[in-house]
């Protein structure tokens, strides 16, 4: 049994060694600003610990209802703050911490020598405590304002290296993307506050999540349905929004690939493990309202899928390995979507748990890569995996697990997706399902080629110069000196031809997340029969359990999907296809001097300039619109009407001032003083009078 | 002696204070009429004190201190700020004269011009 001093401790921690780092060692111990580093991985160390003994808890069925307390009150509503830990919870506490120390340990050799070691610390630490906050969050607004919170500590990641004009603009893109999903999240917590009487009548309170919960069980069901209706799915299409915007979802994924200017393991932690996540966190945390909504569950399963779809191919022509993965997040992302707009929670967030594990993984792998070659570019990779093994064998472990290879993590938590996706649900429309089948079929063969391109261009073949090559391409003289400004990490020792693999306190963390990836698929969930003592359909019959007072049981179909052979080798040989068509093209021969996709010409310049979207986001909406049409009818109505209006009030007391005004003011002090007693007896008699 | 009395010695006073701060140029004539004013202030205020103390308050506080001193207590305040005022009158009225060679009230118009 885990108290509740433990449960706030696992928030408490990060958040301490926030303050500290901020406080007291970055403006008075920055000489020893490896003192910061280890501050929050002995801090996290200890949250992962009390998280596995908070999971450990609720698996074995303690009551976690630790009540709230009340935060402030504003008109007839409550607001409290408090802890939700129910089984989603737990497991995203294991997934955030475990993947956070892990990133940390990597980054002590990663960031290592980097002015602002101290200072990319303290974001991490501040990240790692917003994003177990949302977690914890028993309180839409509370969750608000982590949610938040989450995104300010992004912001200022990604624009870690700020003097990088690139990441400075990142940084902001994905600010201001993510915040118009956030108005999405906004209005419905805003429809909450109009609502908050219909709950108090029935003695909840609108922003409790599980009163929240219960106030969407529809009365036909015997529920109260407070929420119900059109209220109700616009309400989930506004959480939606926001879930959207975070989790890089079409149409506001653009974001993701530009965040790869910040630090890799930031984007290994944030990118792929944990804030992207939140959004199918925030999906799956008010699943129980979703349901009832037939209508915000079809948007949610078809955006998911087409995004699958989508970003797997623009995945296909990326030259930057980081922008490959971030690609391939994105469409994984799109498959939890899908599955909980199938209604497939527990297929969504088992996947969710491995995706972590194998995508950061890959994302340490190319950081691996870029500490040694200084690009990102894969164009200037090849042959890595002779002075590389450790990572070589580590990102091939990841890519197949992201493929989808049996046994690896990804496989089992996929299969599972496309099971349910086929099985369909009766709530929704029969082609929704079959709709959302497809696009998950047509990624996973996208996912297998461009993750085995990945690799083939990275690893195989002739080694074709790094950094050094790069730079000399782009007409700059190859100064090593200068290396460390335009490759990602600074590296002081950077020679071209002096690869080697990355120091062991970088490799171990991989490792780590290696066996996660191979092990935390059929181990953590087995298929089709008890393992070890682990019941089969382990996490998605416990996440399940966890819900199952708000479920529609009855309505929709919750049953656990026993492993079907059929759908496992159907999917096994779409994935192989894609793989043996990226071994064919990239394969055999090292790289030649063309990508071979090239040949696609017009589809190919559609795929690299990533459907024009960026252009029509910069050019039409933000330019045109925003800039010229709107701001640039403020700024006319600010010069002519509001100027104007100033320039005309001086210009009649320039001109008619020395007529009237200028005579009254003599200058003489007793001149004043007789109008001020004047003025005095005036109000006097004014009083008297009355 | 009745309050009327001194009311009309102290407005009487205050106008020709008043009279002598509005109507002369000499600086320094035009402090001593400020002096009236105060004085004027001063003279009513006793009067007031004298004649129509608060009465409830009047009667608690007769055994110890014979009456209410607020007017009194006023009076005087109002005496050492003037006296400090005159001071620092005075001073301006030097500064004045050493930058324009004149105390003449009508000819201290450089703020405008």
């Known amino acids: ?690 | 002696m009745s309050l009327e009395n001194m009311l009309i010695v102290g407005a009487i006073l205050f106008v020709i204070g008043l009279y002598g701060a509005l109507a002369r140029r000499n600086v320094l004539v035009v402090l001593m009429s400020i002096e009236l004013m105060f004085n004027a202030v001063n003279l009513t205020l006793v009067a007031f004190a004298k004649y129509v103390a608060p009465a409830g308050l009047a009667e608690d506080l007769t055994q110890n201190i014979g009456g209410v001193l607020t007017g009194q207590v006023f009076a005087i305040f109002i005496i050492t700020v003037a006296a400090a005022e005159i001071a620092l009158g005075l001073g301006i009225v030097f500064a004045m004269y050493r930058s324009t060679g004149s105390i003449d009230l009508s000819e201290a118009t450089q703020l405008r011009n």
């Open chain 1, 1 to 690: 049994m885990v108290g509740e001093l433990a449960v706030w401790g696992i928030f408490l921690l990060p958040l301490a060694s926030f303050v500290i780092i901020a406080v007291v060692i970055r403006p008075f111990l920055n000489r020893f600003s490896l003192l910061s580093g280890l501050l929050l991985i002995g801090a996290l160390a200890v949250a992962l610990w009390l998280s596995i003994d908070t999971l450990a808890s609720v698996v074995r069925g303690h009551e976690m209802d630790f009540g709230s307390r009340t935060w402030l009150q504003a008109g007839g509503a409550t607001i409290e703050i408090g802890l939700l830990v129910d089984p989603l919870t737990a497991i995203m506490l294991v997934v955030v911490t475990s993947v956070s120390l892990l990133v940390q340990i990597y980054s002590l050799g990663y960031m290592n020598g980097d002015p602002g070691f101290s200072r990319y610390y303290a974001y991490m630490a501040l990240f790692t405590a917003s994003m177990l906050g949302v977690v914890l969050a028993s309180n839409v607004i509370q969750l608000y304002a982590f949610w938040e919170l989450v995104g300010v500590s992004s912001y200022l990641l990604i624009g870690f290296w700020h003097e990088r004009p690139a990441a400075a603009a990142a940084a902001k893109k994905a600010f201001i993307v993510t915040r118009i999903g956030d108005v999405g999240f906004l209005i419905a917590i805003l429809y909450l506050f109009f609502q908050a009487d219909k709950f108090a009548a029935q003695g909840l309170n609108a922003f409790h999540i599980p009163d929240i919960w219960q106030a969407a069980q529809p009365v036909a069901l015997g529920g109260l349905g407070i929420l119900a209706g059109t209220g109700l799915t616009w309400f989930s299409l506004g959480i939606f929004a926001g879930a959207a915007g975070k989790s890089g979802q079409f149409p506001l994924h653009t974001w993701l690939p530009d965040a790869m200017e910040g630090p890799t393991p930031v984007s290994a932690l944030i990118h792929a493990a944990t804030m992207v996540a939140a959004g199918v966190f925030l999906v799956a945390r008010f699943y129980p309202v979703f349901q009832v909504s037939a209508q915000a569950m079809t948007v949610v399963a078809l955006i998911g899928a087409f995004t699958a779809l989508m970003a797997a191919t623009m995945g296909l022509v990326m030259n930057d390995i980081k922008r490959v993965m971030a690609y391939s997040t994105i469409s994984q992302l799109g498959y939890m979507m899908a599955a909980l707009g199938m209604g497939l929670y527990g297929a969504a967030i088992f996947h969710l748990f491995t995706h972590a594990a194998f995508k950061a993984l890959l994302f340490l792998g190319a950081g691996s890569v870029n500490h040694t070659t200084g690009t990102f570019n894969m164009r200037y990779m090849g042959g890595l995996r002779r002075q590389m093994p450790y990572t070589y064998w580590l990102v091939v472990i990841g890519g197949l697990s992201l493929v989808g290879i049996v046994p690896l993590a990804g496989f089992w938590s996929k299969d599972e997706i496309l099971l349910g996706a086929w099985n369909g649900n009766v709530l929704l429309e029969p082609w929704v399902g079959r709709a959302v089948v497809a696009g998950l079929l047509a990624g996973v063969a996208l996912t297998g080629f461009y993750t085995l391109r990945m690799i083939f261009m990275t690893f195989h073949g002739e080694y074709r110069g790094g950094i050094g090559q790069e730079m000399e391409d782009a007409g700059q003289p190859a100064v090593p000196a200068h290396a460390g400004q335009t490759g990602n990490a600074p590296r002081p020792d950077s020679g071209d031809t002096h690869l080697h693999e990355s120091p062991w306190v970088m490799v171990a963390p991989m490792l780590a997340l290696g066996i996660g990836a191979v092990l935390a698929g059929f181990l953590a969930n087995p298929q089709w029969f008890d393992l070890a003592g682990i019941p089969k359909h382990w996490i998605t019959e416990f996440l399940i359990h966890g819900m199952e007072s708000n479920l529609l049981v009855g309505v929709l179909h919750f049953g656990t999907l026993d492993f079907n052979p059929w759908m496992a080798l159907a999917s096994t040989a779409i994935a192989l296809a894609g793989v043996g068509v990226a071994y064919l093209l990239y394969g055999i021969r090292s790289l030649p001097g063309r990508d071979p996709l090239e040949r696609a010409g017009p589809v190919h310049r559609l795929l690299t300039q990533k459907y024009y979207l960026d252009a029509l986001y910069e050019g039409v909406a933000v330019r045109r619109i925003f800039y010229r049409a709107f701001a640039g009818s403020v700024d006319w109505l600010e010069r002519n009407l509001v100027d104007g209006a100033v320039d005309l009030l001086g210009w009649v007391f320039r001109n008619f001032g020395p007529l009237v005004l200028s005579r009254l003011q003599t200058g003489q002090v007793q001149t004043y003083g007789a109008v001020v007693a004047l003025g005095g007896l005036a109000i006097f008699l004014g009083f008297l009078l009355r």
